[in-house]
């Protein structure tokens, strides 16, 4: 199917096949590296989680003197001395506080955190992240579980319960009396010191294609593929084809009885061109021989 095409147009189709398929390798290579690098932007945002909630719960619960319209929410509140009001925030308050905060800003990660047990129906699990809870606590993923999922690169690391959260989470009779006013002593309690007690969940906008193919194709790529094209091209023509075509005029002039036409090719060339051109010389020898012992035979 290929007898009608010249080895330059067969050289052209190896060409942008090996491309494309070099660009499909490359590709599936970018694939890796997109979510390498989305999964260490969320969980440089889930640590950065993990140790405000460490401060807040290193303090109990942080105490603030005016709640601001937006974060009207508190857990506790006491009087101080003049008829003064503090506020206090346990630390799934105060990040839940900061992720609203977060979800307002300019920031490409957004993070909560959630629960299977939550106190508060707005930090409610969605599908993703009751899945997230659900193979944390079962042992089946430990330090992380991630995907995408419409546009939207998921991330959910484990939060463990520490010693610092029993007096909130472990038994009722031990919480503080708001915790109990405000939630009950039914909803988030009993757990033990390194038990799965939620998770932090980060979403980052995926990376596209088009946005991986604009930083790769670029007219420095371009150019370089063309230069590559362009001296693979040269040498086909001059090294390759050029040579062949002249052996073939010989060749032919030797056929039509022009026995003298002598070809030259360097010895033990490695070249097959040049291996092709002295057998080429050594038939045109054979003939010459076997012609003057024709002639001899001759009456
Ligand atoms: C001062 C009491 C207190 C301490 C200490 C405390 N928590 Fe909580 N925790 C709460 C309250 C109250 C809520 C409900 C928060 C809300 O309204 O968003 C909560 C909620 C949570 C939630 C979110 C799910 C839900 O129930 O809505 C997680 C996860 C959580 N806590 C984990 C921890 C961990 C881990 C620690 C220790 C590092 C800790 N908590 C320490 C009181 C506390």
New binding site residues.
């Given amino acids: 199917m290929f007898s009608k095409f010249s080895i330059q147009s067969k050289y052209t189709l190896v060409f942008v096949v090996a491309i494309l398929l070099v660009a499909v390798g490359f590709l599936l290579g970018v694939q890796d590296l997109k979510v390498k690098q989305l999964r260490n932007e969320a969980r440089a945002v889930a640590e950065q989680v993990v140790s405000f909630?460490?401060w807040v719960?290193g303090s109990?619960?942080v105490w603030v003197d005016k709640l601001s319209p937006d974060f009207h929410?508190y857990?506790g509140k006491k009087m101080v001395h003049e008829g003064e009001l503090m506020f206090s925030k346990?630390?799934?308050?105060a990040t839940?506080e900061l992720s609203t905060i977060v979800a307002k800003s300019a920031t490409r990660a957004k993070f909560r955190?959630?629960?299977d047990?939550?106190?508060?129906p707005?930090?409610a699990p969605d599908g993703f992240e009751s899945k997230a809870i659900n193979s944390f606590k079962r042992g089946e993923k430990s330090g992380y579980v991630d995907g995408v999922d419409g546009g939207t690169y998921r991330y959910a690391q484990p939060?463990?319960?520490?010693k610092?959260?029993m007096?909130?989470?472990g038994d009722p009779k031990d919480?503080?009396k708001e915790?109990i006013e405000?939630?009950g002593d039914k909803?988030?309690f009993g757990y033990k010191v390194g038990d799965v007690?939620?998770i932090i969940s980060v979403s980052l906008p995926d990376i596209t294609l088009a946005e991986v193919m604009s930083s790769f194709v670029n007219p420095y790529t371009i150019g370089l593929v063309g230069v590559a094209f362009l001296v693979s091209f040269l040498y086909t023509q001059f090294g390759l084809i050029r040579r062949m075509q002249v052996l073939t005029a010989k060749t032919e002039r030797i056929a039509k009885g022009g026995f003298d036409e002598e070809i030259t090719a360097p010895k033990g060339a490695a070249d097959e061109i040049d291996q092709l051109a002295h057998a080429v010389d050594m038939l045109r020898r054979s003939l010459v021989i076997a012609t003057r012992h024709l002639q001899k035979r001759k009456p």
């Fill in positions: 909630r460490a719960a109990g619960v929410d857990l346990n630390p799934a308050l839940r955190v959630t629960s047990e939550y106190r508060n707005a930090n939060i463990f319960v520490a610092a959260c007096r909130c989470h919480a503080p915790v405000k939630y909803k988030a007690r939620g």
